[in-house]
């Protein structure tokens, strides 16, 4: 039997889009935000001849470095002050969320609910300027040695520079937080598909000036567009997959009443990280990729030995992609969901499922179902994001048609719009509720 509000969400009209005034509110918000952000990927960093950075960049635009780009929409390309993009904070939250599970003093104030996640977002804040600025100075030391790229090298240059990327990534993480809270959709992730989307039609243009010039085959070229669409499709299906666990409810008795017995399910997604590992897993070997690849030929054998290893396709490269991926799929399905608070509030409602006991049992039984489910769910990342990077690292294809830029477009896209939907189910709700009370007032 369909609920009513199954039936409403599968009515949404978005001619009611007109009428949400506060949804509205937030769409032109967050639009608003993210074109301020593509604006500062257009500003580019004082001191810098563009055209010779463009050449520097070209001659390792294939290897971590043009991964790099892709996440910061184009700024590494353009050497904007937005180089770094929200990268830093993604690679301090990663830390501090890894703390929390070895330090008994942050997993208390992980325990202690709102005030506890506000000082937490605290030390994240700073663990990220810290990581700014060590990439930032590391990237204001490779273009000092990048031949002719800065104008008037020294320390003025390496200051200003650091200062000028730093701030631009803690600008960006305001922003990300100014999204979220008064905007549409998860302001972090937002940002990274906003980079993503923009840099897509100059993507698909280059591509196909490549196939003009012979440099790819027509062949090929079909062939990537028709992967892009299959792992698309691919990605859509196994964000909708699901696990449900059935539970049923006894009957009770309410006064002179007796009402009989309920059942219901508890869903388990395939993917419960979402977007999570790959982002994750790109930042942590974006970290010191930056520097390997800043001080190719400069510095010591294994420097010059980490650089070409880590470029997109090699071994070592795919090998580490793979492990941390895998890695943050079960971390962070683990820090979202908790099988014993889940098996708790079940017990304490009544819910139990069918042949288990209650409580502990249950708990085992959840995280026995979602072990294994995640196993799927990590498999899945693994396939979407490795399979199409080696054929396009291979194949010389822009990164924007790889399955790491292809999951979060699709990823973040769903949940915004399920955001923009269950604003719509709300303020349809609240339709209804009012015509119900002018109904009761005429009565």
Excluded at 116 to 127: F, V
Excluded at 233 to 240: L, Q
Aim: hydrophobic share 50%.
């Amino acid at each position: 039997m369909v609920s009513a509000a199954e039936q409403l969400a599968a009515n949404l009209n978005f001619g009611a889009l007109a009428k949400a005034d506060e949804l509205k509110k937030r769409i032109w918000f967050t639009l608003g935000a993210l074109l301020v952000y593509r604006l500062g990927t257009y500003i580019p960093l004082p001191g810098i001849d563009p055209a010779a950075w463009e050449q520097v960049f070209k001659s390792q635009a294939g290897g971590i470095l043009g991964m790099f780009n892709m996440f910061a929409g184009g700024g590494i390309n353009r050497m904007a002050i937005f180089a770094l993009n929200i990268m830093p904070y993604i690679s301090a939250s990663i830390i501090i969320q890894l703390l929390t599970t070895v330090s008994p003093k942050l997993e208390a104030l992980k325990k202690e609910g709102e005030a506890g996640r506000k000082t937490l977002n605290q030390y994240t804040r700073y663990l990220t300027v810290i990581l700014a600025t060590f990439q930032a100075y590391g990237i204001a030391v490779g273009l000092q040695g990048a031949g002719n790229v800065v104008s008037e090298p020294g320390l003025f240059f390496l200051i200003s520079t650091t200062v000028t990327l730093t701030g631009g990534t803690m600008f960006l993480m305001w922003l990300g937080e100014q999204i979220t809270s008064r905007g549409i959709g998860n302001g972090i992730s937002l940002i990274i598909l906003a980079g993503i989307v923009a840099e897509l039609p100059s993507a698909l243009a280059n591509m196909l000036e490549l196939g003009r010039q012979g440099a790819l085959s027509t062949g090929l070229i079909l062939l990537v567009i028709a992967m892009a669409i299959v792992v698309i499709a691919f990605i859509v299906f196994m964000e909708r997959a699901q696990r449900r666990l059935l539970i049923q409810y006894p009957k009770r008795q309410v006064g002179n009443k007796m009402f009989e017995g309920q059942s219901s399910h508890l869903p388990l997604k395939l993917n419960t990280s979402g977007v999570i590992p790959p982002i994750f897993a790109s930042s942590l070997l974006l970290l010191p990729a930056t520097v390997a690849n800043f001080n190719a030929g400069q510095g010591p054998e294994w420097f010059q030995w980490l650089n070409t290893q880590l470029s997109h396709g090699r071994p070592l490269f795919l090998i580490l992609y793979l492990s941390l991926i895998v890695f943050f799929a079960f971390f962070y399905t683990a820090i979202v969901f908790n099988p014993t608070e889940t098996a708790d509030n079940l017990k304490k409602h009544g819910g139990f499922i069918p042949g288990i006991r209650p409580g502990e049992r249950t708990a085992e039984y959840i995280d026995y179902v979602l072990s294994r489910v995640t196993v799927l769910g990590a498999i899945y990342l693994a396939i979407v994001c490795l399979i199409p990077e080696i054929l396009i690292s291979y194949a010389s294809v822009p990164f924007y048609f790889g399955g790491t830029s292809l999951l979060i477009v699709v990823s973040v896209t769903m949940d915004t719009v399920a955001q923009v939907q269950g604003y719509l189910l709300a303020h349809q709700y609240e339709g209804l509720i009012r015509k119900s009370k002018l109904r009761g007032r005429r009565r």
